[in-house]
């Protein structure tokens, strides 16, 4: 074996295992704390149906705890939503209920995925 080549994989190997989590799965987004916008906290629900409506999300994401404000992005031409929205709770608790409870629910026909809109960045 080449002494270059194993340095190689030795600083890979390095740089595989801070990227892993305790339990030895990968990092990811998920992973992440967010961060408090100014606000409350923001999540960012994706696959949302194009015909989703404001009170509609509201109403869904209620159940999760008091929302404080909900944007669903829509296209002008159309009127029809562009597939995402972001849902804003105040409390911590409530906004990480909804992030782990309504990722994968099934809401109008989609399956939503939802994840933090705004992580700390622990590299500041």
């Not at 080449?2 to 190997?13: G, I, T, V, Y």
């Not at 606000?39 to 149906?49: D, T």
């Not at 159940?63 to 929205?85: F, H, S």
Request: glycine letters at 8%; hydrophobic letters at 35%.
């Amino acid at each position: 074996l080449c002494l270059k080549h194993s340095a190689a994989a030795a600083a890979m190997d390095s740089t595989d295992r801070r990227s892993r989590r305790d339990d030895g799965r990968r990092r990811s987004k998920r992973d992440e704390e967010p961060e408090e916008g100014v606000n409350g906290f923001l999540l960012l629900v994706r696959n949302l149906s194009p015909e989703a409506q404001e009170d509609e999300v509201i109403d869904f994401f209620s159940q999760y705890g008091t929302v404080g404000n909900v944007a669903v992005n829509m296209d002008k031409r159309t009127n029809m939503g562009k597939g995402y929205a972001f849902v804003q709770y105040e409390d911590f608790s409530a906004a990480r209920e909804a992030r782990s409870k309504a990722d994968g629910e099934d809401f109008m026909g989609q399956n939503l995925l939802v994840d933090w809109a705004i992580i700390s960045d622990s590299r500041r």
